[in-house]
């Protein structure tokens, strides 16, 4: 990254280096973690081909929606949604936009830190050799024991949030640009691999079958949502990330390409995981409704039974901290870019306070899994919470609102300038998504989940 003294902060340095970051900011625990457990206690395939459509039809058009209204303003999202108020003659109310994008990253930090601490712990389990031979029995204990004890699962978030606040400090990416360069291609390499050992098992085709086969009498109402929301998390959208990471975008790089390598790649990495955990679920008579431990209860009994699965299994779950971590970074900028540039915070004021206060929360969704166990607010544990109104509602309305804003209350020479797309028709077609396309589905999936449709 490299420093421009005539803009407000430092710019990626080329555009392969913004793919890297948006991506690693997309990839996370996202795709590996929660896309595979959702799937498995939503049905199947319905629930994969919904998730699809709705990146396809909404996620991908308000993305670029988003990098483009960052890049507009290169500022923070805060200061972006004031400034493009402004010049669009707006109302002011808009600028709440960021406000509540900081909250929801803040939020979704809380449980992402706890969740990405279990993925470290499990790279000690795995590097002592607590997989070698267990059969689906020893690994469910082996995950049930630590998710019950309340000082691993806060020693390992400690560490987390330590970590992602450390690498925020010295400023978005750095040292991060060039791991995501390494972490990504091997992180795939790891999954096709995992694939390939899905594949020699006799559930293969079963593992398949779940995921693909379409069944819409699978679906719930609140099922749709879920998938609509997935498609927001897993994408980044909605809540200022991708929008601070396109304040760093230079001017001259075309926003749509880069945008629809990053959501393939994005799917792509989900579905390989589903892919590999599924066969794995049937093969060891595992319910594909378990809930968040799915990944945690399946992929050790392969690592423990393969060959070259204690190397398999440490590489993974390291692989899987670092995409973690990248994702975690962006979760905070938004706040952390916002305490700089308009409270004069230095940058590590800035990272410590925001750090502690996420920790804090955290704390509801660790006490979750163990002693709050029993805890329920609105049939919900504290992590299930957190993850419904950030996922399912806050991430969808604040891409509702982000369409709306680029398709509706900007200036259509703004917007057509920002985005050069190489033909009119794209960028017609993108216009027609994000104006009318993107928010009536959000409003739709909204009315479909209170009942009135
Ligand atoms: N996309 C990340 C993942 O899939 C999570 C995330 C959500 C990151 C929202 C930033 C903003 O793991």
Redesign the pocket.
């Known amino acids: 990254m490299t420093t421009n003294n005539s803009l407000l902060h430092s710019h990626w340095s080329s555009r392969f280096a913004f793919i890297l970051a948006a991506t690693g900011?997309?990839?996370?625990?996202?795709?590996i973690w929660?896309f595979p457990y959702i799937t498995g206690e939503n049905g199947g395939g319905a629930f994969v081909l919904v998730y699809l459509v709705c990146v396809l039809l909404i996620g991908i058009p308000i993305m670029i929606a988003e990098t483009m209204l960052g890049r507009r303003s290169q500022r923070n999202p805060v200061e972006t949604m004031q400034m493009l108020t402004k010049e669009a003659n707006a109302d002011e109310n808009w600028q709440y936009l960021g406000w509540m994008g900081m909250i929801a990253?803040v939020l979704?930090l809380s449980y992402?830190s706890v969740i990405a601490g279990w993925a470290s712990a499990y790279v000690v389990k795995a590097f002592t050799g607590s997989f070698f031979n267990a059969d689906a029995n020893a690994i469910q204990s082996l995950f049930d024991n630590f998710t019950a004890s309340p000082l691993q699962l806060m020693f390992w978030h400690s560490v987390f949030m330590g970590a992602t606040m450390w690498i925020v400090s010295r400023g978005v990416s750095h040292g991060l640009e060039k791991s995501v360069r390494f972490l990504m291609p091997s992180l795939f390499v790891l999954l096709i691999l995992l694939v390939g050992y899905a594949m020699t098992t006799n559930s293969y085709q079963r593992g398949l079958h779940f995921m693909f086969n379409v069944d819409f009498s699978t679906l719930t109402r609140n099922s749709v949502l879920t998938a609509m929301g997935h498609a927001?998390?897993?994408?980044?959208?909605g809540?200022g990330?991708i929008m601070v990471y396109g304040a760093y975008l230079p001017k001259d790089i075309s926003i749509s390409k880069t945008t629809y390598l990053v959501a393939a790649a994005?799917t792509i990495v989900a579905l390989l995981a589903g892919i590999a955990i599924f066969p794995l679920v049937f093969e060891h008579n595992l319910h594909p409704a378990s809930g968040p431990g799915l990944i945690f209860q399946t992929l050790p009994i392969a690592f423990g039974n393969m060959t070259g699965g204690w190397l398999m299994g440490i590489l993974f779950f390291v692989l899987l901290v670092f995409?973690?971590l990248s994702?975690?970074i962006?979760?905070i900028e938004p706040l952390v870019a916002w305490l700089v540039e308009n409270k004069n915070f230095t940058r590590e004021k800035a990272c410590i306070w925001s750090g502690l206060g996420t920790w804090f929360l955290g704390l509801g969704t660790v006490f979750s899994f163990n002693i709050w166990k029993d805890v329920h607010f609105f049939e919900r544990t504290i992590f299930q919470l957190l993850d419904y109104i950030t996922a399912n509602l806050m991430?969808p309305i604040g891409g509702f609102c982000i369409a709306v804003f680029a398709g509706w209350i900007m200036h259509r020479d703004h917007t057509q300038s920002e985005l050069q797309m190489p033909c009119k028709p794209s960028y017609e077609l993108w216009r027609i998504l994000v104006r009318y396309v993107a928010p009536a589905s959000i409003f739709l999936v909204f009315l479909h989940v209170i009942g009135v449709l």
């Not at 900011?25 to 795709?31: D, I, K, T």
């Not at 927001?232 to 959208?237: A, E, G, K």
């Open positions: 900011s997309a990839v996370g625990l996202g795709n929660k990253g979704i992402y927001f998390f897993t994408l980044s959208l809540m990330s994005d995409a973690a994702s975690s962006s979760l991430l």
